[in-house]
């Protein structure tokens, strides 16, 4: 039973702010792409997909999240299996093997990955809740859980995910807490051993990976191959200055010269045609959104509630944060969507599933049963 204050509570103003965000992204893709002459426009096939994660959203808040995370197990399991199937009989396009196809849709199970891991993750430490912080033996079965599909996702290869879904993991750690002891000994032993584990990380990474990396460095060293994308990326920032140049007015954007621009690289496109006055409001509507999570974390109603929430928000705000910062040209190129922003079916449902399985632990703190 929920009580009518959560019907009174109702946040229409995250609505409003989740709205606009969204609006930005279909805008930004009109613009870049309504030259083409395809019979369906991508601008509105991003609609499409909004108006399904909406759907999502609702199916993910109305659903109690403890009765979503009873199921946190089997849904772990038959991702790990749907991730070993991609090695076997997955899809290969532009040199990465990720997709399962069924025929009448493909499927992206490192996708699935995301929320089974956050779910999982949430699950175990609710149950074995460390209350002075974890040691090495309460780390070893959940870093276990995270590192078998981050392995397998890493031979697909896709770093942005892999990543990504690590970054669920320390965000729990983090707000849990490390036992003091194991945090300095942890230390010590990271700093000795990192010159093994990177000649580790680095042996094991492909050829076009390691030119990412050696771009972030020196993005002149190659500015007409691996450079380019970043190159073009801080040129069409730059070139919005205070108030931009206006909807259809990006140079570098319109003229094609930046790759990528309704997809990974779409925040340059809204820079170059709002400037620093739009950077300055998408910032503010995305910082919004993220301090609601915080909130939602903190007054959760019990310790799986506001784990779900803090997974949620260290997800959403990898993406941001890597997304931004390699337009930026501050963190290397790592293939990662603009959540709710950059086109693509399967960020925007899944983001939205995730909003609304937030949106689900608030709804629950005013649960009178359960």
């Not at 993991?169 to 983090?174: A, K, R």
């Amino acid at each position: 039973m929920i009580d009518r204050r959560s019907i009174a509570g109702y946040d229409w103003l995250l609505f409003v702010v989740v709205i606009l965000i969204l609006g930005i992204g279909v805008v930004s893709i009109y613009s870049v792409t309504s030259a083409s002459e395809a019979r369906s426009p991508l601008y509105m096939k991003q609609i499409y997909w909004i108006i399904l994660g909406w759907v999502v959203f609702l199916v993910m808040a109305w659903i109690d999240y403890h009765e979503i995370a009873r199921f946190a197990y089997p849904i772990y399991a038959v991702t790990l299996l749907l991730l070993v199937l991609v090695l076997f009989i997955g899809r290969t396009a532009l040199g990465a093997q990720r997709w399962l196809s069924f025929g009448f849709f493909n499927m992206q199970p490192s996708e699935l990955a995301k929320i089974s891991l956050l779910l999982v993750s949430a699950k175990y430490f609710s149950d074995y809740f460390p209350k002075k912080g974890l040691n090495l033996r309460q780390l070893l079965v959940p870093g276990g859980l995270v590192l078998l599909p981050v392995l397998l996702i890493l031979k697909q290869p896709d770093l942005g995910t892999s990543l990504a879904i690590s970054s669920v993991f320390f965000s729990m750690v983090l707000v849990i807490g490390l036992r003091s002891k194991f945090l300095i000994y942890f230390s010590l032993m990271s700093l000795m051993m990192f010159p093994f584990l990177w000649q580790f990380f680095w042996n094991r990474l492909r050829g076009y990976q390691r030119e990412r990396l050696l771009t972030f460095v020196d993005p002149t060293n190659d500015p007409t191959g691996t450079g380019y994308h970043i190159i073009q990326s801080k040129i069409a920032i730059g070139s919005g200055g205070l108030f931009g140049k206006g909807l259809f007015g990006g140079t570098q954007s319109q003229l094609k010269f930046l790759p990528e621009s309704h997809t990974d690289f779409i925040f340059s496109v809204f820079s170059e045609e709002w400037g620093f006055v739009g950077i300055f409001v998408f910032f503010m509507l995305f910082f919004f959104l993220l301090l609601w999570g915080v909130e939602i974390a903190y007054k959760a109603k019990d310790v799986l509630g506001s784990l779900l929430a803090v997974g949620i928000i260290g997800l959403i705000s990898f993406y941001f944060l890597v997304n931004v910062g390699m337009t930026l040209g501050v963190m290397p190129v790592v293939g990662v969507p603009l959540p709710l922003v950059s086109y693509g079916g399967t960020s925007m449902v899944t983001t939205m599933g995730l909003l609304g399985l937030l949106f689900n632990v608030k709804l629950r703190r005013f649960m009178l049963f359960y």
